[in-house]
């Protein structure tokens, strides 16, 4: 049965690990004569209805590396753009490419294409979860304080979107412990908080960072107004005030806590330069795990599962 990649509970805690330490094997082998090429003479879709930067890059290159043909596709230039079924788009990919890479806006239109495809589909970012996001920040997280993540403490700063939820279904799926801050107005989907804590994850959710940062292991946030709510920036830096991640509030962190930010960052809103620029800042890193964590990922839902 074909296996999609559209939010990170569609691996089990084993696979997930499984994809995180292969990621740890393709960092170690990139550049050499004996890095795999699994997806010799393949072809993946890679299909973009919002603007993209680190998604496009590490899965361009990723693809690349990994021996199969990227096939970038921007949905303006397509049928797609002029209203063609998500559903016809899906068969008839399914048709030309071994897999696809899908970066949307709403979730259900993801979850069409998936419905009628007949090759893996990886959401490469939805209205609701980025879960090839999550993928590259615990691979950081395990970077600097080991493979297992149940005893880590991760808190996000910010608004309840996609990141937010991501790191919701995440704990579910990893085990770790998440403390989120999100003001009234602005807090995650109720149902998938509730799926989580269904599921054994242990997340908090309070309406004030200073409530959410004493000795964590993991501070993360991202912008306040993601693609599409440019109209709401200024409500929402009225509603964001006091939410910035700044000196103080990685003080109350603990000493050897790292910070991450999933890009692109507005330095002097959700984030201060001192701290992302900062000996803390793990950023970098995270931005390369992408291309690491993806094309394990890929490898895994196209070669080691058949």
């Known amino acids: ?5 559209l939010t990170v ?9 499984s994809v995180l330490d292969r990621a740890e094997e393709l960092k170690a082998l990139r550049g050499t004569p004996a890095h795999p090429q699994p997806l010799q003479g393949k072809s993946i879709a890679v299909v973009f209805e919002k603007a993209s930067t680190r998604t496009r890059l590490s899965f361009e290159v990723g693809i690349h590396e990994l021996g199969a043909l990227p ?3 921007n949905s303006k230039d397509t049928q797609l753009g002029r209203g063609e079924p998500i559903e016809d788009t899906a068969r008839m990919l399914s048709r030309y490419v071994h897999g696809a890479v899908y970066r949307t806006f709403g979730h259900d239109r993801l979850e069409a294409f998936a419905r009628y495809a007949t090759i893996p589909v990886v959401n490469g970012l939805s209205d609701k979860f980025h879960p090839v996001q ?14 297992s993540l149940e005893n880590a403490r991760v808190a996000w700063i910010g608004d309840g979107n996609n990141m937010a939820q991501s790191w919701i279904v995440s704990a579910a799926v990893a085990g770790f412990e998440l403390e989120l801050a999100c003001p009234p107005g602005y807090q995650p989907d109720g149902q998938v908080l509730a799926d989580a804590r269904a599921r054994g994850a242990r997340v908090r959710l309070v309406e004030r960072p200073e409530e959410a940062l004493d000795g964590v292991n993991v501070v993360t946030t991202d912008v306040w107004a993601s693609m599409g709510q440019e109209a709401e920036a200024a409500e929402r830096t009225r509603a964001f005030s006091g939410f910035m991640v ?13 910070f991450l930010h999933c890009l692109p960052a507005h330095r002097g809103e959700e984030v201060s330069a001192a701290v992302i620029d900062g000996p803390q800042s793990r950023v970098w890193d995270e931005a390369e795990n992408r291309l690491h964590t993806q094309k394990a990922l890929l490898e895994w839902l196209m070669v080691q599962r058949q």
């Open 9 to 17: 509970s569609d691996l089990s805690r084993e696979e997930l690990f």
């Open 134 to 147: 999550l993928l590259a920040d615990m691979m950081t997280i395990r970077q600097r304080f080991g493979p």
């Open 246 to 258: 700044d000196d103080a509030a990685m003080g109350r962190a603990a000493d050897d806590a790292i």
């Open 71 to 73: 096939v970038t596709l």
């Open 1 to 5: 049965m074909t296996r999609h990649f």
